[in-house]
């Protein structure tokens, strides 16, 4: 129980009819069995790999890069930070001086926690808030192992490439979406987030946590 008390849960909940990125399989749940005339309760669940709190694999932008299978477990646990960005409105992007203040450390895993944590994903919203290219190219620079955001992107919707998965993924940062940070207050934590072992997936499930240090 102590231990519990340690955990924050920032893992969006996958339930039919929940918002997904335009273009995007959406979420559907069937009772195949059900108890009393079955033995037991069974579903059938359909979805897409970019589905609600979620990691991009480099095979996501690069069709002969790895997939989610291969991405190093140690690139999901570790030191992180959340940072406070909601002062950023929404349609912005949190940029470079958003975030540069913060004592950003090699090797550890960022998480923006912006005004996205408020919303529902009822539906989707093309103006939410997102990592700018400036913001990316100095998380890069600062060679930090893993970036998450609260909405289903990190980049601007329909963003012109370069944006921040370009200029992320290739320099070996896994990038987590779909994020919950609403009951995470900024602060320094320890971020668990290992994703559903699909051979070749270029993305994949994830169930987020944080354990308070």
């Given at each position: 129980?102590?231990?519990?008390?340690?955990?924050?849960?920032?893992?969006?909940?996958?339930?039919?009819?929940?918002?997904?990125?335009?273009?995007?399989?959406?979420?559907?749940?069937?009772?195949?069995?059900?108890?009393?005339?079955?033995?037991?309760?069974?579903?059938?669940?359909?979805?897409?790999?970019?589905?609600?709190?979620?990691?991009?694999?480099?095979?996501?932008?690069?069709?002969?890069?790895?997939?989610?299978?291969?991405?190093?477990?140690?690139?999901?646990?570790?030191?992180?930070?959340?940072?406070?960005?909601?002062?950023?409105?929404?349609?912005?992007?949190?940029?470079?001086?958003?975030?540069?203040?913060?004592?950003?450390?090699?090797?550890?895993?960022?998480?923006?926690?912006?005004?996205?944590?408020?919303?529902?994903?009822?539906?989707?919203?093309?103006?939410?808030?997102?990592?700018?290219?400036?913001?990316?190219?100095?998380?890069?620079?600062?060679?930090?192992?893993?970036?998450?955001?609260?909405?289903?992107?990190?980049?601007?919707?329909?963003?012109?490439?370069?944006?921040?998965?370009?200029?992320?993924?290739?320099?070996?940062?896994?990038v987590f979406e779909g994020l919950d940070l609403s009951k995470?207050?900024?602060?320094?934590?320890?971020?668990?987030?290992?994703?559903?072992?699909?051979?070749?997936?270029?993305?994949?499930?994830?169930?987020?946590?944080?354990?308070?240090?």
């Amino acid at each position: 129980m102590k231990n519990e008390k340690r955990l924050i849960d920032i893992t969006r909940a996958i339930a039919a009819g929940m918002a997904v990125y335009p273009g995007n399989p959406e979420v559907s749940m069937a009772a195949v069995a059900t108890i009393p005339r079955n033995s037991s309760n069974t579903s059938l669940i359909s979805m897409g790999t970019h589905t609600g709190t979620h990691v991009d694999s480099p095979l996501h932008i690069n069709n002969n890069k790895p997939g989610v299978d291969r991405i190093p477990l140690s690139r999901c646990y570790g030191r992180c930070t959340v940072i406070d960005t909601t002062s950023v409105p929404f349609g912005k992007g949190i940029e470079e001086k958003h975030i540069k203040d913060h004592g950003i450390k090699k090797g550890e895993i960022i998480l923006l926690k912006t005004r996205n944590s408020s919303l529902e994903l009822d539906r989707f919203r093309k103006d939410f808030i997102f990592l700018a290219n400036s913001g990316a190219e100095f998380l890069a620079r600062k060679k930090v192992k893993a970036v998450g955001i609260d909405y289903l992107s990190v980049q601007q919707f329909h963003s012109p490439k370069p944006a921040a998965h370009d200029i992320l993924i290739p320099k070996g940062i896994v990038v987590f979406e779909g994020l919950d940070l609403s009951k995470a207050r900024p602060g320094v934590y320890t971020f668990i987030g290992f994703p559903m072992k699909i051979k070749d997936g270029n993305g994949a499930p994830v169930r987020a946590v944080l354990l308070k240090r």
